[in-house]
């Protein structure tokens, strides 16, 4: 199975912040990543699809980018509705799996 | 518009089997070109991904638990069953399906049912 390594597990930071989270697959899955958001008790919520692709309604201050191995998630400007925890996903080969996930909270 | 449901028991005992539906409307499991997940998160922890059925009836399952799980779907019904033998209380999850997005020309997950949290004690 392809591991996914999220990092870091937890950080904190300030509104209007630009914050960067890194996800490392064990193997090449080329651009096939996936980035979603979770609240606590909600759904999650799919952000980037195709590794750099924005889905649709989402805002532009979220940005992905990556290929092969490393993957990064990009929010250029933290908001207050921006803090939850964030996972990706990789969809290159079956059986699909997520990263442990990366908790961003209120600095 | 896509919107999918789970359905099943709350409280299940250890070493019993559960058999959890996804209920889908919006689009059709017969005529779909997207297949449907199931996944769970435990609470306060992380997503973990655990079956798959392809649009051609093909099954993929999580290697830890390929032993206990079995998908299927009833096209008929539009839904999609996943039943898990053996259960144990490290079993206690929210239970979510999921529909693979056109958008991700792949199986990443746009539409999502609210969940159902199984809770396996005695």
């Known amino acids: 199975d392809i591991q996914m390594t999220q990092s870091p597990s937890a950080l904190s930071a300030s509104v209007g912040d630009r914050v960067t989270i890194t996800c490392r697959a064990s193997?090449?899955?080329?651009?096939?990543l996936a980035w979603y958001q979770q609240k606590p008790g909600r759904v999650p919520r799919l952000l980037i699809y195709k590794a750099s692709s924005l889905e649709s309604g989402v805002p532009s201050r979220f940005s992905g980018s990556g290929s092969g191995t490393e993957f990064t998630l990009t929010i250029s400007s933290l908001q207050p509705d921006d803090f939850a925890t964030y996972y990706c996903q990789q969809y290159n080969s079956d059986p699909y799996t997520f990263g442990q996930g990366t908790k961003l909270d209120i600095k | 518009q896509v919107t999918l449901k789970e359905s099943g028991p709350v409280l299940v005992k250890p070493t019993e089997t559960l058999t959890l539906t996804c209920t889908v409307s919006g689009f059709s499991l017969r005529n779909t070109e997207m297949g449907v997940s199931w996944i769970r998160q435990p609470p306060g922890k992380a997503l973990e991904w655990l079956a798959h059925i392809f649009p051609n009836d093909a099954e993929s399952y999580s290697t830890s638990l390929k032993s206990r799980l079995t998908i299927s779907k009833d096209t008929s019904k539009s839904q999609v069953v996943l039943t898990m033998t053996d259960l144990d209380p490290v079993d206690t999850a929210t239970y979510y399906c999921?529909?693979?997005?056109?958008?991700?020309?792949?199986?990443?997950?746009?539409?999502w049912g609210q969940g159902t949290l199984v809770t396996v004690s005695s």
């Open positions: 193997q090449r899955i080329s651009y096939w």
């Open positions: 999921a529909r693979a997005s056109e958008s991700c020309a792949g199986d990443c997950y746009a539409s």
